[in-house]
């Protein structure tokens, strides 16, 4: 049964309790809390203590006739109100049983049995009431992961402190516990009862793989199976039980039963967490040996529910045999606290009702978290070994985090920031500016430095106190822009320049002493601030961005002048890039022989330079203003940017009536035709090799975001333009309407794009960012993934034509087999594909600032690629795919419109000079 689990190395809250890394079962977290050190127990589960969690203080305690050394520690908290959480290692799209067991045993000396809230993220899982000192109170609850970690949080005591005994985490596989209300309910467990046992302890591990645990009916307990009917009888068998699939119960469970000899089998019990929704099943195996003449028939009464009587069931005729399984119930039933039910025998029926097992669970809605927990928590992992960073799950739900207020809303906000004195260096982190409800913020007395950013994000923002650090650079004039600023504190830092004239109203209270260079404006120096404020910007973004390419080769540029256009960078270019002769262009391409592909603005030609070298020549045809500007475009920032996943570019040729440019020739092609272009029938791409080239695709992409200032936005992204070279490594073609980005973190331009790859918001907004490209590459993971085109009249059914749309039905329903590129004929990890997949759905998301970053995604990528080529070596039998005889019919370069269909977007073209805001 011992199996190693794949470390993922995607946990990245330092705050995780890293304990997984061997289990019993793939999937098995087993947390002693309190515990000293690491054993296993006689079942054979790994016991890990929780000794890394920095909050609570522990206790031993000693109960009568319990010997497991988990139940001998516990750990406790303070009873204030916050939270204190467990965060727990789960691999997204997966379900998991999470179980909390609590043991009072008078710890706390004060024999008040504590009654305290427990939560999962920001939904309230369960109020624990302690009702007896040595009785273990457990609650359980089915999920399915959707982050890669989820945490479990304990707080609000209404008595005593909150404590627990332990924490386990059961990783189902498969299907189990699907349920189509899973995007919006948990099931808590209810009640999970092994009827007819033979001692009072659950069936678990190992008979049950999941560790579930499954109650003995003998067990005694407070209005737990109680009014049982006269003529309930035990019965057992040692034969197997055919029970089919792993989701149901253990043969051990189904081997024993209660019948109701008089006819009627019927139970009282109480159902935690009801009156509501739930699932309910019951679990029948026939393992009595019945006459040829005898019958079994009975039908389940609900006393109060009338008609639910379903059709009298007849366990053999419905398992279609004996000692096999047959499982009727509810997938969703309105059920009271006490449960009272009947099994009662039909009129024609010789023999009475039998039961061997079964499970209730209730749906819990699942509470949406606040609307700002990433935005916090990507301030959060500014500050790994802070304490303040530490407090785990959501910023709001249930309760706040310790230096946070929110507001009241459904999907709360954050409205207070309170981090004064906490030691906070480096620059304030921008994700700040992100609050969009933040009314007040406090980070005096911290050693922050850097420049004071803009806060036009908070349009709330009243109260701002940044006192007594080390910020410099100039007050940003777009303060004045914040209707409701009433105070703003930024005495005693290094700031400089003119205090922006809009600030100096009386309705404001501005305390900017003790910043020796930041002085009142003389009337009429406005210009003078602007400039100030913009220098701030720009250091800002040199500072957040590694390398600085357009610096090295340029001329020095002017930091303070408006945003730089593309054109603006032209003549700079040109010399340094390589002029080509037009005649030596000639004799390569033996007079523009071949051609390869055509694009936007003009054919491409294969080509082979006298060393050697192959080459693409691109041969601008179009004397159009527009044309002209996007080969000047791409001539600038082309000779600017090397990288080893953008097309490399060579140099250029300007004659009289054509404009040349001049890459490396990739011998492979597009993306889109190893996909479904012309070389369809050639065997498909393996998915390693898909992840590869989206890696290496991402790569590219990245390093126009940030390895470059001013950055660049690719505005075109799709299978087209990424080329693959001789080996199969794939590179990012086509700048010609790449946009640079300076200062700002978005360009307003003229839309333009391809259908099926367009950013919506940018299509609706017309303000660019790098968001608009993370959304195209999303679509061309999801064609990774289908082997799907973006748009189809066909592929999607009916009323979709939209890979987003039909790729987010699937995945969102669980169903991810259902897109899967059938040629790919079933080599891949499910987890790798998984993985792509939900990355895939995070860069489609509607509102940019929801999608990650491109390096976040690069990240992703590279997990899926450990985790492919991990399960890939342990699959037997892989061939390499790749290998096939050599094509050379089909070479392009460039944007190549195969396709007539797919046509560029583009909202009035006559007005052709782009413009950045
Ligand atoms: C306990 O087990 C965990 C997970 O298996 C491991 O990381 C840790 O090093 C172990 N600790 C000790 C003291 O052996
Ligand atoms: C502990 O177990 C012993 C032996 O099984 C039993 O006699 C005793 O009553 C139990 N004590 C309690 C408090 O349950
Ligand atoms: C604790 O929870 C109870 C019940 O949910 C609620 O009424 C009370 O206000 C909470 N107390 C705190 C401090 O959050
Ligand atoms: C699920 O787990 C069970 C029990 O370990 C195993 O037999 C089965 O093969 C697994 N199924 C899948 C689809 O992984
Ligand atoms: C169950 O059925 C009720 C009534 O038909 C419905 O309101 C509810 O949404 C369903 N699902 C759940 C999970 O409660
Ligand atoms: C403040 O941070 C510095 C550097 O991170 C650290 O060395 C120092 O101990 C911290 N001081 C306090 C009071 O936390
Ligand atoms: C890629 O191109 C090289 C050189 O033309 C060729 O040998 C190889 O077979 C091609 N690979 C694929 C998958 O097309």
Not at 738 to 750: A, L, N, T
Request: proline share 5%; net charge neutral.
């Amino acid at each position: 049964m011992e199996a190693r689990l794949p470390l993922l190395s995607f946990f990245f809250s330092l705050f995780l309790l890293m304990v997984a890394t061997r289990a019993q079962m793939t999937g098995f977290v087993s947390l002693d809390c309190g515990g000293k050190g690491n054993y296993t127990d006689e079942l054979g589960l790994e016991w890990t203590p929780d000794d890394q969690l920095m909050y609570g203080q522990t206790a031993s305690i000693s109960v009568p006739n319990e010997t497991r050394k988990q139940y001998q520690t516990l750990r406790y908290f303070p009873a204030d109100n916050r939270k204190y959480c467990y965060e727990l290692p789960v691999i997204s799209r997966t379900r998991y049983l999470v179980r909390a067991t609590f043991l009072y045993g008078n710890f706390d000396n004060a024999n008040v049995y504590p009654k305290f809230d427990i939560s999962l993220g920001p939904t309230h899982w369960a109020t624990i009431v302690i009702s007896y000192a040595n009785t273990i109170e457990a609650q359980e609850l089915i999920f399915l992961a959707l982050d890669p970690t989820v945490s479990v949080c304990l707080s609000n005591a209404t008595t005593g402190q909150p404590f627990i005994s332990t924490l386990e985490l059961r990783q189902f596989n498969g299907s189990v516990y699907l349920t189509q209300y899973e995007s919006q309910f948990y099931l808590s467990v209810a009640a999970r009862i092994n009827f007819g046992a033979d001692s009072e302890a659950p069936v678990r591990y190992p008979d049950d793989p999941f560790d579930r645990m499954w109650e003995s009916d003998s067990l005694k307990r407070a209005n737990y199976l109680v009014d049982v009917a006269a003529g309930t009888e035990k019965i057992s068998t040692r034969k197997p039980i055919n029970v089919d699939s792993v989701d149901r119960p253990p043969q051990k469970v189904m081997q024993t039963a209660v019948v109701g000899r008089n006819g009627l089998l019927t139970y009282r019990l109480n159902l935690n967490g009801f009156p509501g929704f739930g699932r309910a099943f019951s679990y029948l195996a026939e393992i009595e040996d019945l006459g040829p003449s005898e019958t079994r028939k009975f039908r389940l009464v609900l006393p109060g529910i009338p008609d639910l009587s379903k059709p009298a069931v007849n366990i053999q005729e419905n398992a279609q045999g004996r000692y096999r399984l047959y499982q009727p119930g509810f997938d969703n039933i309105s059920l009271p606290f006490v449960l009272s039910f009947k099994f009662e025998k039909t009129s024609g029926s010789s023999m009475g009702p039998l039961l061997n097992a079964m499970e209730i669970n209730k749906y819990l809605k699942k509470t949406d978290g606040s609307l700002d927990g990433s935005v916090i928590a990507s301030v959060v992992s500014l500050y790994p070994s802070a304490d303040w960073a530490q407090e785990g799950g959501d910023p709001c739900l249930p309760v706040p985090w310790s230096w946070v207020q929110c507001n009241s809303d459904p999907q709360p906000k954050i409205v207070k920031i309170k981090l004064s004195g906490k030691n906070l260096t480096g620059y304030i982190p921008l994700d700040f500016t992100k609050l969009s409800g933040l009314v007040e913020l406090w980070l005096d007395g911290n050693s922050l430095t850097g420049p004071v950013p803009d806060f036009t994000g908070c349009r709330d923002l009243e109260i701002i106190h940044l006192e007594n650090n080390q910020l410099t650079g100039g007050l940003p004039s777009s303060m004045t822009d914040l209707p409701n600023l009433r105070e703003m504190y930024v005495q005693n830092n290094k700031l400089s320049g003119t205090v922006p004239l809009g600030l100096l109203n009386k309705n404001l209270v501005l305390n900017y002493a003790g910043n020796l260079n930041l002085h009142k404006a003389e009337r009429g120096s406005h210009n003078a601030i602007i400039a100030g404020s913009s220098v701030g910007a720009t250091l800002l973004l040199v500072a957040t961005i590694a390398s600085c390419l357009l610096m090295h080769n340029g001329k020095k540029k002017n930091p303070d002048r408006a945003p730089i256009l593309v054109s603006s960078l032209g003549d700079a270019a040109k010399e340094t890039t390589h002029c080509f002769k037009l005649s030596e262009l000639e004799d390569a391409t033996r007079n523009f022989e071949r051609e390869v592909g055509s694009g936007g603005f003009g054919v491409v030609y294969y080509g082979k330079l006298k060393d050697g070298r192959e080459i693409a020549v691109k041969v601008s045809t179009t004397n159009s203003f527009q044309g002209k500007q996007e080969f000047s475009n791409e001539v600038t920032l082309l000779s600017r940017i090397h990288h080893r996943n953008l097309v490399q570019f060579l140099g250029h040729c300007q004659d009289k009536d054509k404009s040349i440019l001049v890459y490396e020739f990739m011998h492979n092609g597009t993306l889109r035709e190893h996909l479904y272009g012309p070389r369809i029938h050639e065997p498909s791409i393996s998915w390693i090799k898909r992840l590869e080239i989206a890696k290496e695709a991402a790569k590219g992409i990245e390093y126009l975001h940030t390895g470059c200032i001013p950055s660049i936005i690719h505005r075109d992204l799709k299978t087209r333009n990424i080329l693959l070279d001789k080996n199969m490594h794939a590179k990012v073609s086509d700048f010609g309407l790449s946009k640079v980005v300076v200062g700002e973190s978005h360009v307003s331009s003229r839309v333009r794009g391809t259908v099926g790859y367009l950013d919506p918001e940018y299509y609706t907004s017309q303000q660019l960012t790098d968001k608009s490209d993370v959304y195209s590459f999303g679509v061309i993971l999801l064609e990774l993934i289908s082997g799907q085109e973006a748009i189809s009249d066909e592929s999607f059914g009916v009323n979709c034509r939209n890979i987003v749309q039909w790729a987010k039905q699937h995945i969102q329903k669980g169903d991810i087999q259902g897109i899967i590129d059938p040629s790919l004929r079933g080599k891949y990890d499910i987890q790798s594909m998984w993985k792509i997949a939900e990355k895939a759905l995070m860069c489609v998301q509607l509102r940019g600032v929801m999608r990650p970053s491109i390096s976040e995604v690069v990240k992703d990528i590279q997990d899926a690629i450990s985790i492919e080529r991990a399960s890939d070596a342990a699959r037997e039998g892989n061939s390499d795919e790749l290998t096939r005889n050599s094509s050379h019919s089909s070479l392009v370069i460039g944007s190549r419109d195969l396709d007539a269909s797919v046509h560029y977007l583009s909202v009035d073209e006559s007005t052709a000079q782009p413009t950045a805001r």
